[in-house]
Nanobody, 124 residues
Framework: QVQLVESGGGSVQAGGSLRLSCAASGYTSSFYSMGWFRQAPGKEREGVAAIDSAGSPKYADSVKGRFTISKDNAKNTLYLQMNRLKPEDTAMYYC??????????????????WGQGTQVTVSS
């Protein structure tokens, strides 16, 4: 069965960096899109960054230039390098995989498997 396990979250000060990892198992990740989503308390889930099966990345405007998504197909692992973090980046971050196409990469409906999440807290 498909499993996604996130790691790398934590608490940092504004301006700091974190690198999230998502280890996938139970399927071949190179065949599907993978993405990072986040949800802050009282807010809707939003797509942060995603990468389609061809390896093309897509970013939310709020993180462009600060976050970088990458994938190691040999390790079946997805990464999110987060630099210049801001307090508004504070949220639970989730990894997801599914048949999302380019147009739905940052939409949750394009994904059918989700990890448990890892908390990111950025203090000012």
């Amino acid at each position: 069965q498909v499993q996604l396990v996130e790691s790398g979250g934590g608490s940092v000060q504004a301006g700091g960096s974190l690198r999230l990892s998502c280890a996938a198992s139970g399927y071949t990740s190179s065949f599907y899109s993978m993405g990072w989503f986040r949800q802050a308390p009282g807010k809707e889930r939003e797509g942060v960054a995603a990468i389609d099966s061809a390896g093309s990345p897509k970013y939310a405007d709020s993180v462009k230039g600060r976050f970088t998504i990458s994938k190691d197909n040999a390790k079946n692992t997805l990464y999110l390098q987060m630099n210049r973090l801001k307090p508004e980046d504070t949220a639970m971050y989730y990894c997801a995989t599914g048949p999302a196409n380019w147009w739905t990469l940052l939409h949750g409906a394009g994904y059918n498997y989700w990890g448990q999440g890892t908390q990111v807290t950025v203090s000012s």
